[in-house]
């Protein structure tokens, strides 16, 4: 299979090979033609896969293939959660579409609005956003979305997890009831079936796991430790073995800093990425974390979501998650575009349950290691981290064992309780991405 015999054009099929690929990744062989055809496509597809050459590309071929409007309406909406990945998406545009006259732009929140404004005013044909900023700037009359023509709706189920489904739904009223919608998905939860079912029009399903699943291509193992000792040991781990490209997760935006801050004491470049960082810190960090100047980039979950950071030769769990599919979405982070990667995760006694949870997701046992001076703790509590303890939540399907019977006056220990911290949690993230 070729991009050539996709049916792509001449300018598309130059700039493809300026970007060096040479076939279409299994999403985008699959999702190119029946968007070309004008259908409405629904994909499973996460990051890694190639999923948003596999929607740009046929976009940029639709748009250019009609007349450009004179006063450059939007014709095409791409609306992603988080602003490092509207900031993506937006560069792969621009690289696509280096040999077409059409124009695209990006609007997210955390910066002014002013210059984002300035631009659309002068007219964009594709206009990648998150929520947040398209109904501010829509709200104040600064863009109009009565001529679009396309709409994707990218990572749909971290859209649903971020609390954005009020959001899609008020932007949906803003578009014309005929256009083509194309929605992207990891994960396929009933809730996201109910939310395609309101955008999508007779859909043609595509789906695409990513080249390297988590069985096969990624090495994974882990470091069973005790709490107290996990700095340490990633900082051995690190310097030891001279990494130089590690992204690094932990559980809270504190967890981060805190890392962060030992690191740098030790000598390591380290920076981090989440939710509290302004935009300028996270496009730095990112930017420094590319070009090779930070060699370790700690994140929380919401923060990398998107992230597209070729070729990562080691991901870290340095608290492993306790939504299994997060172990998932991690972990794609390595071994991207069909490089190996490593990924290690470090397990205190009190995340065994998660582990457990993760194993059960995956379908296999992940091997352990144990360092010398790392064992962990034999008299150790193997009881799971209370939803208190600023857990985010615990695993989507399975209720960890010892949840029962917590005190009352613990508002997270029932599943209402639990939604709603959650949700708090969820809309402090989303408040700081869109
Ligand atoms: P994505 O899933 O869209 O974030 O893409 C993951 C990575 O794969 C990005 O670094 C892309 O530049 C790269 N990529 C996308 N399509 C291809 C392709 N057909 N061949 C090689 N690399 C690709």
Avoid: C
Avoid at 36 to 57: C, I, N, P, W
């Amino acid at each position: 299979m070729s991009f050539q015999s996709l049916g792509l054009s001449e300018a598309l099929l130059k700039a493809i090979s300026k970007k060096g690929y040479t076939t279409p990744s299994p999403i985008q062989a699959k999702a190119i033609p029946p968007v070309l055809e004008g259908h409405d496509v629904l994909a499973s597809a996460q990051t890694g896969t190639g999923k948003t050459a596999g929607f740009t590309l046929p976009l940029l071929h639709i748009l250019s293939e009609n007349p450009k409007q004179k006063f450059r309406p939007i014709r095409a909406l791409i609306l992603t959660p988080t602003r490092e990945l509207a900031a993506q998406v937006y560069a792969n545009v621009k690289e696509y579409s280096e040999f077409l006259n059409l124009r695209s732009a990006v609007i997210f929140g955390g910066v002014n609005q002013k210059p984002q404004a300035a631009t659309i005013r002068q007219g964009v044909d594709v206009l990648v956003a998150t929520p947040g900023r398209l109904i501010d700037l829509e709200s104040q009359g600064l863009l109009s979305l009565k001529r679009v023509e396309i709409f994707v709706l990218d990572e749909a189920d971290r859209m649903l997890d971020m609390g954005f489904l009020r959001d899609i739904e008020r932007v949906m009223k803003l578009m014309p009831d005929k256009r083509q919608n194309l929605m992207f998905s990891a994960t396929f939860s009933k809730d996201i079936k109910k939310l395609a079912q309101g955008i999508l029009n007779r859909p043609v399903q595509v789906e695409a796991t990513p080249e390297n699943s988590t069985v096969d291509a990624i090495k994974q193992k882990i470091y069973r430790v005790a709490k107290a000792k996990k700095t340490d040991l990633i900082i051995k781990l690190i310097t030891d073995g001279n990494w130089k490209q590690v992204l690094v997760f932990t559980r809270t935006k504190h967890g981060a800093n805190k890392l962060v801050k030992k690191m740098i004491s030790d000598g390591i470049k380290a920076a981090a990425i989440h939710g509290n960082k302004s935009q300028g810190a996270r496009t730095k960090a990112l930017a420094g974390f590319k070009s090779g100047s930070i060699s370790v980039l700690v994140a929380t979950d919401i923060a990398a979501r998107g992230l597209d950071i070729p070729l990562l030769p080691h991901v870290i769990n340095y608290e492993i998650p306790n939504i299994s599919e997060d172990y998932v979405h991690r972990i794609g982070r390595t071994g991207r575009a069909g490089a190996n990667g490593e990924a290690i995760s470090l397990v205190s006694a009190d995340e065994t349950t998660f582990l457990r949870d993760i194993q059960k997701l995956i379908g296999m046992k992940l091997p352990v290691e144990i360092l010398e001076g790392f064992e962990p703790d034999p008299n150790a509590s193997t009881a799971p981290i209370k939803p208190g303890q600023n857990r985010r939540n615990q695993s989507r399907n399975n209720k960890p064992k010892g949840e029962k019977n917590k005190s009352k006056s613990n508002t997270t220990s029932n599943s209402g309780g639990r939604n709603r911290s959650r949700n708090r949690n969820r809309s402090n993230d989303r408040r700081s991405n869109s």
